[in-house]
């Protein structure tokens, strides 16, 4: 059965994982070319420094082959990471996705789904929470994105170190989110079915009426290799797919 909408996030592309950027664009052609639509659920990149890093070549190539998939007829949706939070019309307009902000109700198939990276609901991290809070402030955002483009590369490249000495210093619970964000986005939308990244702990959470699944994070350099996505089907069904293509129980 042909899927009628796929879900992806946390990919973190960049250059240098080549496998995974590889494993992304052969995933784009034999599946999502398929598919009626694309959501994308935020960290696709690595990070990003701006609509002006279209320019760099890595770039405008992840972003030409989501153009391939949109031109296609292939609807293509984003919704914002906590690395490539910057996205803007600029890269919508290259790739032909339409920017969604979150939490997003999709109706498709006969099923209202909540959508969203997943980052905003991490509220026992209340030191990230302010930092996430700052960055999304447009006057904080308009101030950066006027920085020269090699200055933002490096405060990103600063702030990813200072993120890996932080992380490793955090509990695992304190990053995953907690059930009262999602208690509340589920209460805020009207839904019972929600699909979000972010904390790359792939699984299906079903708490009476509702039932949420968490999207896996992309790594092809690891061992073992890491990736899949969610496919949606016509009758309303919902299936957490592997790198393989394979559905997983």
């Not at 997943?118 to 955002?141: H, I, K, L, N, S």
């Not at 699984?203 to 890491?226: K, M, N, Q, S």
């Not at 996505?229 to 309303?236: E, Q, S």
Request: charged share 20%; glycine share 8%; hydrophobic share 50%.
């Amino acid at each position: 059965m042909v899927p009628v909408a796929l879900f992806i996030s946390d990919l973190h592309l960049q250059q240098s994982h080549l496998k995974t950027c590889a494993a992304f664009v052969a995933f784009l052609e034999r599946h999502a070319m398929a598919a009626q639509a694309l959501y994308v659920l935020g960290d696709l990149f690595e990070y990003w420094a701006g609509d002006d890093d279209l320019a760099a070549p890595f770039n405008r190539e992840v972003s030409a082959a989501l153009r391939r998939v949109s031109a296609a007829g292939v609807a293509l949706y984003w919704i914002a990471g906590n690395r490539d939070f910057l996205v803007g019309a600029g890269f919508a307009a290259a790739t032909g996705a339409t920017l969604l902000t979150e939490p997003f109700v999709a109706t498709i198939a006969g099923q209202r789904i909540a959508l969203l990276h997943g980052d905003a609901e991490c509220t026992d991290d209340v030191g990230y929470m302010a930092f996430r809070a700052q960055v999304r402030q447009p006057a904080w955002q308009q101030q950066f994105l006027a920085l020269p483009l090699a200055r933002r590369h490096e405060i990103i490249d600063g702030l990813r170190k200072d993120s890996r000495t932080q992380q490793d210093a955090k509990s695992m619970s304190i990053m995953d989110v907690a059930p009262q964000a999602i208690a509340q986005v589920f209460a805020s939308t009207g839904t019972t079915v929600m699909i979000h990244g972010h904390t790359h702990r792939p699984a299906l959470h079903a708490c009476g009426a509702t039932r949420r699944y968490v999207l896996p994070d992309w790594d092809l350099e690891a061992i073992p290799a890491r990736g899949g996505w969610i496919a949606l089907h016509a009758d309303g069904s919902l299936h957490r797919i592997d790198l393989s293509g394979a559905e997983l129980i």
